[in-house]
């Protein structure tokens, strides 16, 4: 086994990492600032409604970020290099509003030791239990 595989062994199979955040409006419209993304749905309360939603929502891109900070996680279990985030194939099922809590949670489903990457299933849920976000991440080992 290289050393490289021996590393990935610090995240055995089922190991669940997570993360809790509460998502400001002040948390939106920085992502809004750093992204560029004007989306009205983002911005117009008026906007927003009209188009069927409760208020402005947050961006699905934001809670990719909350996943990250669980991948950043797992991630820190690794023994040095460590390892980085690479792929992220998630999908917004409903939609999160300024004020919600999230939590984000990853389980380790997979390994390739050839590849050295990990696979995890990811899942955004809010405070009263509602999935608003799944799929899958990939951590190669450094």
């Not at 955040?21 to 419209?29: G, M, N, P, S």
């Not at 050839?114 to 809010?126: D, G, P, Q, S, V």
């Not at 009263?128 to 976000?133: H, I, P, W």
Request: proline residues 6%; hydrophobic residues 40%.
């Amino acid at each position: 086994m290289d050393e490289r595989a021996q590393r990935m062994e610090a995240l055995p199979m089922g190991h669940r990492e997570e993360h809790t955040k509460t998502i400001t409006q002040a948390d939106v419209a920085n992502f809004l600032t750093i992204s560029g993304d004007l989306n009205p749905l983002y911005i117009n309360e008026v906007a927003a409604k009209r188009a069927g939603e409760r208020g402005m929502v947050v961006p699905s891109a934001l809670l990719v970020g909350i996943v990250s900070a669980v991948m950043a996680k797992m991630t820190a279990h690794v023994p040095p290099p460590g390892g980085v985030s690479y792929r992220y194939a998630l999908t917004a099922l409903k939609p999160v509003l300024p004020g919600e809590t999230v939590t984000a949670s990853l389980e380790v489903i997979g390994k390739d030791v050839l590849r050295h990457e990990i696979y995890f299933n990811a899942n955004c849920y809010t405070a009263s239990g509602e999935k608003v976000m799944e799929g899958q991440t990939t951590l190669k080992v450094l």
